[in-house]
T-cell receptor, first 114, second 113 residues
Framework: DSGVTQTPKHLITATGQRVTLRCSPR?????VYWYQQSLDQGLQFLIQ???????AKGNILERFSAQQFPDLHSELNLSSLELGDSALYFC?????????????FGPGTRLTVL | LAKTTQPISMDSYEGQEVNITCSHN???????ITWYQQFPSQGPRFIIQ???TKVTNEVASLFIPADRKSSTLSLPRVSLSDTAVYYC??????????????FGQGTRLTINP
């Protein structure tokens, strides 16, 4: 158990819909990361937040957005969903986000878009 | 952005030592090398991290030559439970306090009885 929690575990929805994935970091961690893992794309970094502020951006689509709240939990919002958005979405957290930090990953949310 | 290259797959047997090598020719001066392990449908798990020479922990060793253009993860006496995908990552620091890890395709390690 990494200490990072993600809800829900599974999500099934239809194309065009909007969903919100939630992540609670390990106690004391200030930085949160989001990753997408699909069969054909591997594990892709989406975005990083540090203490409520966006710090690094990866291959995140404009239809996706994220935020980190004052209590440090984070939400990833996916809108206008397409079939290709079906994937495992992982959240990770680390202490500060330095390049020597270990990232602790949550169990993931499996999103299926029908 | 330092790209990494690893073998797509490897096979070994229980009790053997397994070495997985990763190439990262354009690694930057302030980049660290980190290895993660991932089991199916689970999030990656940190194994080991190093900057140069050799690092050892209770799980693995990491060998990094002086030029840092490659690294080798060594798993001693593997067991069936070591069957997983192993990712070599080179951290790309964009700004202070930011970390953008780039996961490649990883190495799918299969341990046979």
């Amino acid at each position: 158990d990494s200490g990072v929690t993600q809800t829900p575990k599974h999500l099934i929805t239809a194309t065009g819909q909007r969903v919100t994935l939630r992540c609670s970091p390990r106690s004391g961690d200030l930085s949160v990361y989001w990753y997408q893992q699909s069969l054909d794309q591997g594990l892709q970094f989406l975005i990083q937040y540090y203490n409520g502020e966006e710090r690094a951006k990866g291959n995140i689509l404009e239809r996706f957005s994220a935020q980190q709240f004052p209590d440090l939990h984070s939400e990833l919002n996916l809108s206008s969903l397409e079939l290709g958005d079906s994937a495992l979405y992982f959240c990770a957290s680390s202490v500060v986000g330095a390049n020597t930090d270990t990232q602790y990953f949550g169990p993931g949310t499996r999103l299926t878009v029908l | 952005l330092a790209k990494t290259t690893q073998p797509i797959s490897m096979d070994s047997y229980e009790g053997q030592e397994v070495n997985i090598t990763c190439s990262h020719n354009n690694i930057a001066t302030n980049d660290y090398i980190t290895w993660y392990q991932q089991f199916p449908s689970q999030g990656p798990r940190f194994i080991i991290q190093g900057y140069k020479t050799k690092v050892t922990n209770e799980v693995a060793s990491l060998f990094i030559p002086a030029d840092r253009k490659s690294s080798t993860l060594s798993l001693p006496r593997v067991s069936l439970s070591d069957t997983a995908v192993y990712y070599c990552l080179v951290g790309d620091v964009i700004i202070q306090g930011a970390q953008k890890l780039v996961f490649g395709q990883g190495t799918r390690l299969t341990i046979n009885p």
